[in-house]
């Protein structure tokens, strides 16, 4: 292994927890200004697609949270549960309620929108980072 | 500003148009990203190009001021990332193809199609 | 016969019998019952299809009644005689129950005012016909009848609909009785011509006229109480019921006098020709049929009130001896085992009552004094000389009346009389007596009309009333004492039994002409049946020729010119967006992508041409970084990026894109009519972006969102919230289909996996 790619290795192994956060900074901040899921999402599955180039497609796929099946449909589940609390609260389905949560005397506005988003970044992220990671991880061969 | 916009998009639509005719498959499936691009663009200049600063509530306002149009970009934020997964799942598909035929071109792929030298009807054996 | 099988059903026949026979003779009786009290013309309204302005609207006038009588009196003989007839045979019941269904949709039709539940009617009539004429659908003959009878019906059918529908726009109603009264109103409509041409297309060819006549002989494949009833009583006459029916709104319209007149008279002389010309007894029977359906063609398109009164009487005088004339041949069939009129002389001895039968029958088909073929003659003949005909047409009509006498002779007194000397493997015998009684019945109404003309007197004036409406029904008298017509009625009989005399030397003699009848219109039908299979698969493989590039650009190019017809035919004020000042970032971007798209053209190698397509996408990420989409930008900018990174990565390991062993060049030939038709299908998209652009904006939607987006979501970024708040549940689909995408490409991936190990 040439030094290079070994840098290139390293550099990678920081680079990745930080595009990560990058992605989810975006996701979150994505209700008031540029950004959101799909954004978000896209960003991760950058990070897992540079990974990818660096190391090996098996290598990303293991540092994905969990299977790429698994992250989009928990992703997608999420989705869909966060509009269930409106209809308990006799709103109309995927309406978002806020709340304001009083967490270690900081106020902190919450709503059932951040897991609808957060569902939409994860299923992003399983979807399309799954189709690519795996795409290369089969025309790899043996790895 | 939209004459400029509209005619580079029809470049890119009929740029996308003539790959896809192309007897290589790769060149299809750079027709159909490039088509899928022009088509976002369509939709995004029929929102109008009125105004650059984004549709973003200024700090202090309650109300959206003369911004751009932000029910196109929705859409297109949408179509853009169904444009890319269909993208994807064709590459799959044409390497999969490809794999199955030994082939990549258009013309030779016909498993399911006839030569023109077939006969219409499928000639039906008598049972044994 | 001698199947057990088939005997032991025939021993069920008695029980039957009354089983077939209860619901004709039901109706037949109810409808004599109640015509006697109702006064008409009778109405009533049923809404079916309101929107469509269609109602099941029943009016029974005369014409319908006498219809009505005609469907269901013969009708109930019918099925009497198909009792006997059918005996024993194991597809009876199927007979019976189209007949009845049959019977049902005739009537339907006649006492419908509404033209298109009419047409539902006439169209079902034409189905069960070919069901009926391909009853016995073992032989081919009989499946190509059936075939040929449901191509010309069906398709005249099809012209009958467009008709009405034209006929309905013109004069905004369906109801025929609205439309006979509005008639004056809308007479000078041009498009009249088209609509009445295809109304008469629906009659001719249901009618047999010229140059659809040629499936009614053949036809006669089908049983022959199928024949008698509807081939030659009642289906064949509801495209001439129509006609009388339209009569009284269209008959002052040249056109419509002129084309009824020839068609009519035309095909009656074909017919007569044609009738010469044939051996089998009921194919004589049918070209005779189709004579006397020309004369009534005719007789409808005549002028005046006389006219009229003469389509009635040859209706009524049709059905009573054309019917038993079939009848007659049936037994013949049943009996001697033959219809060919060589083979079949000296019956008399062997079918007494079947001869007595065709005798009355034939007497007053050859319009013979005393019987009502007699009466409706002299109507006919009144008629033709009130109305100012061409000398030609009279000729002709008198021709057609000669051969129609040389055929009742055949019927009554060649077969019948003289010395029987072909030799026979069994000897002819006499029909039973469920098959005797219905021609009997029939031939001898008609001699009770004949004798006392005035206890039809009502029913034949209100049924001409229906066709002029200015004839009044209480001074029609039938009782015939106009010597001049009788001494042409003389004229007539002589010459047909000249004609009956030298049959067989005119029979030659017309033998030649069969190289014109090879020509004729069935030769057309054929041609035409035959060249179908052949454009069939010669344009199958023009447009499925396997080549996905040409489906694609025969696609295109469909799209293309639809879209370019559409925008042509929109009737847009065609205005373009205006010339504004170019921010020179706007103008920057925009030059990227035409840029990164004309470099396409131009490229070959996979890993360039990725590269030029990926500058698409990065101009438009800027493009909309300067248009105030950041959010588009970022997005597009990842993912441009990802495309641009994995395939580059999948071309790399791939080593190339295409599998080693195949090799195709790489395309560097320009190919125009491609460029052609993408130029085209860009063009149509830039003009119709451009009209959009020009159109004033609707700030409606995207205000409410600018507005809510704060107050009801809580958020700043309208693009997110919309996402992700207003449209949720959209979003919600989008990422359930990209996670179908996944499960669909799953599968594959596996496939590209194990296919390399």
Redesign the interface.
């Given at each position: 292994m040439t030094s290079r790619a070994h840098m290139a290795e390293i550099f990678m192994r920081g680079l990745y927890p930080l595009l990560l956060i990058a992605s989810v900074v975006i996701l979150f901040r994505g209700h008031n200004a540029p950004g959101g899921g799909f954004i978000g999402g896209l960003m991760a599955v950058a990070a897992s697609a540079s990974y990818a180039l660096v190391f090996n497609a098996t290598n990303a796929l293991n540092r994905l949270p969990c299977a790429p099946v698994r992250l989009a449909g928990i992703g997608i589940l999420l989705a869909l549960l966060s509009g269930v609390p409106a209809i308990s609260q006799g709103l109309p389905y995927l309406t978002h309620p806020w709340w304001t949560i009083n967490l270690f005397q900081v106020e902190l506005a919450a709503s059932t929108v951040m897991l609808f988003d957060l569902g939409v970044y994860l299923a992003v992220w399983g979807t399309i980072g799954g189709s690519c990671l795996l795409l290369i991880h089969s025309i790899e061969g043996e790895a | 500003?939209?004459?400029?916009?509209?005619?580079?998009?029809?470049?890119?639509?009929?740029?996308?148009?003539?790959?896809?005719?192309?007897?290589?498959?790769?060149?299809c499936l750079?027709g159909l990203?490039?088509l899928g691009?022009?088509i976002?663009?369509?939709l995004?200049?029929?929102?109008?190009?009125?105004?650059?600063?984004?549709?973003?509530?200024?700090?202090g306002?309650?109300?959206?001021g003369a911004?751009?149009?932000?029910?196109a970009?929705?859409l297109?934020?949408?179509a853009?990332?169904?444009s890319?997964?269909?993208?994807?799942?064709s590459?799959?598909?044409a390497?999969?193809i490809?794999?199955?035929?030994?082939?990549?071109?258009?013309?030779?792929?016909?498993e399911a199609?006839?030569?023109?030298n077939?006969p219409?009807k499928p000639i039906i054996e008598d049972e044994p | 016969m001698d199947n057990p099988e088939q005997n032991q059903t025939s021993k069920k026949g008695p029980d039957s019998t009354l089983f077939h026979l209860a619901i004709p003779t039901l109706l037949f009786s109810c409808l004599v019952w109640w015509l006697f009290y109702q006064p008409l013309p009778w109405s009533f309204q049923i809404a079916w299809v309101p929107s469509l302005n269609i109602g099941f609207s029943v009016f029974v006038d005369g014409l319908s009644a006498q219809f009505l009588l005609m469907i269901s009196g013969i009708g109930c003989l019918v099925f009497l005689y198909g009792t006997g007839y059918l005996a024993g045979h194991k597809k009876a019941n199927h007979v019976f129950l189209l007949l009845l269904l049959f019977m049902l949709a005739m009537i339907g039709a006649v006492v419908s005012d509404n033209l298109i539940v009419l047409f539902v009617f006439w169209e079902l009539t034409s189905v069960l016909s070919f069901l009926l004429v391909g009853f016995n659908h073992e032989e081919e003959n009989n499946r190509k009848s059936a075939q040929q009878a449901m191509l010309i019906t069906g398709s005249g059918g099809l012209c009958l609909l467009l008709g009405c529908i034209l006929l309905g726009q013109i004069a905004g109603t369906y109801s025929i009785q609205l439309l006979i009264a509005r008639a004056p109103l809308f007479i000078n409509d041009p498009r009249l011509f088209w609509a009445l041409g295809f109304v008469f297309i629906g009659a001719f060819t249901k009618s047999a006229q010229f140059p659809f006549h040629f499936w009614l002989p053949n036809a006669m494949a089908a049983p022959t109480p199928v024949s008698a009833y509807l081939h030659s009583a009642t289906m064949v006459k509801l495209g001439i019921y129509l006609l009388a029916r339209l009569d009284p709104a269209f008959s002052d319209l040249f056109f419509w006098e002129v084309s009824l007149i020839t068609v009519g008279i035309f095909t009656a002389v074909i017919a007569a020709i044609q009738t010469i010309y044939e051996r089998d007894l009921k194919r004589i029977l049918a070209w005779s049929t189709i004579a006397t359906l020309g004369t009534l063609v005719m007789l409808v398109g005549m002028p005046g009130e006389g006219a009229a009164l003469a389509t009635a009487a040859l209706f009524f005088a049709h059905a009573l001896y054309k019917a038993p004339l079939f009848f007659v041949a049936g037994n013949l069939d049943h009996g001697a085992g033959t219809r060919q009129i060589d083979c079949l002389t000296g019956m008399r001895r062997y079918m007494p009552w079947t001869a007595t039968a065709a005798f009355f029958a034939a007497i007053s088909m050859a319009g013979l004094p005393l019987t009502f073929g007699f009466v409706a003659k002299d109507i006919i003949n009144l008629a033709k000389s009130q109305a100012n005909l061409l000398q030609l047409v009279s000729y002709a009509a008198f021709f057609v009346n000669v051969v129609s006498v040389a055929v009742a002779a055949i019927a009554a007194i060649h077969i019948f009389w003289g010395q029987d000397t072909i030799p026979r493997k069994a000897q002819p015998h006499e029909a039973n007596l469920r098959m005797l009684f219905p021609p009997l019945v029939l031939a001898a109404t008609g001699l009770l009309f004949g004798l006392r003309p005035a206890l039809i007197d009502p029913l034949l004036g209100l049924a001409a009333q229906s066709m002029a409406p200015g004839l009044d029904p209480n001074k029609v008298d039938l009782s015939y004492d106009a010597i001049p017509v009788i001494e042409a009625t003389f004229g007539t009989l002589a010459l047909g039994l000249f004609t009956y005399l030298r049959w067989d030397w005119l029979h030659n003699k017309f033998n030649r002409l069969q190289a014109i009848q090879k020509r004729g219109p069935e030769s057309w039908y054929n041609a035409v049946l035959e060249t179908l299979p052949l454009v069939a698969v010669r344009s199958t493989r023009v447009f499925q020729n396997g080549m996905l590039p040409r489906y694609l650009l025969t696609l295109i190019a469909t799209v293309a010119a639809l879209l370019a017809t559409l925008l042509a035919a929109s009737g847009l004020n065609w205005q373009w967006p205006e010339m504004e000042s170019l921010p020179f970032p706007v103008l920057g971007a925009s030059m990227v992508i035409a840029a990164g798209a004309l470099a396409t053209f131009r490229v070959s190698d996979h890993l360039i041409l990725l590269l030029v397509g990926g500058m698409v996408g990065y101009g438009s990420a800027l493009l909309f970084l300067f248009t105030g989409a950041p959010d588009l930008a970022l997005t597009q900018f990842v993912v441009e990026t990802i495309f641009v990174v994995v395939v580059a990565a999948v071309l790399v390991k791939l080593r190339s894109f295409r599998n080693e062993t195949a090799k195709v060049p790489p395309e560097k030939r320009f190919r125009p009519l491609h460029f052609l038709v993408a130029a085209s299908f860009g063009s149509v998209f830039v003009i119709l972006c451009l009209l959009v652009s020009a159109l004033p904006f609707d700030p409606a939607l995207t205000d409410f969102y600018g507005a809510r987006s704060l107050l009801d979501a809580n958020g700043r970024n309208v693009v997110n919230i919309i996402l992700v708040d207003f449209r949720a549940l959209d979003t919600l689909g989008e990422i359930s289909v990209l996670g179908f995408g996944l499960l669909a490409a799953y599968p594959l991936l596996k496939q590209i996996r194990e296919k390399r190990r």
């Open positions: - | 500003m939209s004459w400029a916009v509209i005619l580079a998009l029809g470049t890119v639509i009929t740029a996308g148009i003539y790959l896809a005719l192309s007897r290589d498959l790769f060149r750079i990203a490039l691009n022009g976002n663009l369509m995004f200049t029929s929102g109008r190009l009125n105004s650059l600063s984004p549709p973003i509530i200024p700090a306002d309650t109300v959206l911004t751009a149009n932000p029910l970009q929705a297109v934020l949408t853009i990332v169904i890319f997964a269909m993208l994807c799942f590459l799959i598909l390497i999969r490809v794999q199955e035929n030994r082939s990549d071109d258009t013309i030779a792929l016909r199609e006839p030569h023109s077939d219409l | -």
